[in-house]
C-alpha cells in the first residue's frame, strides 16, 4: 500500500486578495511535509473555470514549482482532460517531458475523458465526442514522447502532422499513464487501455475487491490493448482525510473540508445551476448539505476506547453523508487495512479541502506518518520489488 496527496485548491468564498496565493503556498509547504515524511505520489489536477472547487488550471505550472522544492515524491499531472479542442496533445506531451526532466524522472500523467459543462462549453468542445477524442489523444500523447520524430496522426477527431516534439522525458517510453474513473465503466476502460486507475468512485473496501479483481483480470488478458507504449497496472483510491488522537477533534477539524470538497464537485458536474461571478458556493452548501448527501449531524464519534469502524459513506438518522478516513489513527489503518485487503494499491488523501486550516493539515500528515504508514510501508515495498 501506497499513500498519496490530490490538490484541487479549493477557495471557498468570501476571497481576499492574497487568498488564492495564500492557498497556493500552503500546498506547496503541505506536499513537502509529504514529501519529507514518506508520501509516494501528489496528484494536481487541472480544472477550469470552477469557481471555489477548483483554481487549479496550470498544474504544470504549479508541479514545476513542486518539483524544485521535494526529493522523491512522485508528481502526478492530472487528471488532465485530453480532447485536442480542450487542449493539444504537443502540448500535453511537452509539459509532462519538461517536468519529468526538471524532477528527474518522477512524473505520472493521469488523463480523464471529459470534463464539466463549463469546462467543456468554455472550450467550444461537444461531450457527444469526448470519450473518443480521449482515447485518441492519448496515444498522440504517448508516441509523441517516445517516438523521433512523431510520425504524425490523422484520425476521427485529430489531425497532426509529422514533427518531433521535444523535449523527451527521462522516463522511456514514457510517464505511467493512469485515467481518473468516477463509475465503473471508466474502471474498465482503464483496464483495456492498461491505464493505471485513479478511483473518485464512491467505493467501500469490500466492495472494491469485485472491482479490483475484475481490472487485474482484464489488465493480465487479450482484451488489454495498452493506449500508450507501456502498462500501468495500479488502482488507486480517493478518500478524505483528517487524523486526531481524539476522534471528536478529527471530526471537527476535517469534516466540514471535506464534505464541502463533495458539494462542490457535485454542484458543478451534477446538479448545480452555476452562476459565474455570482454563485456563492460555500453559503450554498451550509444551506444545502443535510439534503444532497452530506449531513454534519450524521457524523458523530463513537466514544468510548473503541471507536466504531470508519467507512467511506455513513447512515445515521435517516441521513446519508460521507465519512472516509477522518478520525484516529486506529480507525484510519483499519480501513486503510480493508482497502488493502482488497487489493487496492493506493490511497490518495484530500487534505486541501473548503476552509480546513493549513496547520491542521500539516499535523494530521506527521501524525500519518508516525502512526500509520510504518504499518504499511514494509509490504508496499515488498510488493513493488516483485512487481519489478
Not at 9 to 32: C, F, K, N, T
Not at 35 to 47: I, L, Q, S
Not at 214 to 234: H, K, M, N, Q
Request: charged share 30%; net charge negative; proline share 6%.
Amino acid at each position: 500500500m501506497r499513500f498519496g496527496l490530490l490538490y484541487e485548491h479549493q477557495l471557498p468564498r468570501p476571497w481576499g486578495p492574497d487568498d488564492e496565493s495564500r492557498v497556493m503556498r500552503e500546498a506547496l509547504e503541505q506536499i513537502a511535509v509529504a514529501d519529507r515524511v514518506g508520501f509516494h505520489r501528489v496528484w494536481v489536477v487541472e480544472r477550469h473555470f470552477l469557481e471555489e472547487h477548483a483554481h487549479s488550471s496550470a498544474p504544470g505550472v504549479f508541479l514545476g514549482a513542486v518539483s524544485q522544492r521535494t526529493e522523491r515524491i512522485r508528481l502526478g499531472l492530472g487528471p488532465l482532460p485530453l480532447p485536442s479542442g480542450y487542449q493539444h496533445p504537443a502540448r500535453v506531451a511537452e509539459t509532462a517531458a519538461t517536468l519529468d526532466l526538471l524532477s528527474g524522472g518522477r512524473v505520472d500523467l493521469g488523463t480523464a475523458e471529459a470534463a464539466t459543462g463549463a469546462e467543456l462549453g468554455g472550450f467550444g468542445v461537444d461531450r457527444a465526442t469526448t470519450r473518443h477524442a480521449w482515447a485518441e489523444s492519448l496515444g498522440v500523447v504517448a508516441r509523441m514522447m517516445d517516438e523521433e520524430p512523431f510520425t504524425g496522426h490523422r484520425g476521427r477527431t485529430l489531425d497532426v502532422p509529422a514533427r518531433n516534439v521535444v523535449p523527451k522525458p527521462r522516463q522511456r517510453p514514457h510517464p505511467p499513464l493512469w485515467l481518473a474513473c468516477s463509475r465503473r465503466e471508466a474502471i474498465r476502460d482503464a483496464a483495456q487501455n492498461g491505464l493505471g486507475v485513479l478511483g473518485l468512485v464512491s467505493v467501500e473496501p469490500e466492495e472494491a475487491r469485485e472491482w479490483v479483481e475484475e481490472y487485474r483480470a482484464i489488465i493480465a488478458s487479450e482484451r488489454c490493448v495498452p493506449a500508450g507504449l507501456d502498462v500501468t497496472a495500479r488502482f488507486a483510491v480517493v478518500l478524505p482525510l483528517m487524523l486526531h488522537d481524539e476522534e471528536a477533534e478529527a471530526i471537527d477539524r476535517g469534516i466540514d473540508g471535506a464534505h464541502f470538497g463533495g458539494y462542490a464537485r457535485a454542484h458543478h458536474e451534477v446538479f448545480g445551476d452555476h452562476r459565474p461571478g455570482d454563485t456563492n458556493l460555500w453559503e450554498e452548501f451550509l444551506e444545502r448539505r443535510e439534503g444532497v448527501g452530506f449531513s454534519r449531524e450524521a457524523i458523530r464519534p463513537g466514544g468510548g476506547d473503541d471507536p466504531a469502524p470508519l467507512g467511506l459513506r455513513v447512515l445515521g438518522e435517516g441521513l446519508g453523508s460521507l465519512r472516509g478516513a477522518i478520525g484516529t489513527p486506529d480507525q484510519v489503518r483499519d480501513l486503510i487495512r480493508r482497502y488493502e485487503a482488497a487489493g487496492v494499491d493506493e490511497v490518495v488523501f484530500t487534505v486541501q479541502t473548503g476552509r480546513t486550516e493549513h496547520e491542521h493539515v500539516l499535523e494530521a500528515l506527521e501524525l500519518f506518518a508516525r502512526t500509520v504508514v510504518p504499518d504499511f510501508a514494509p509490504r508496499a515495498d515488498e510488493v513493488e520489488a516483485a512487481r519489478d
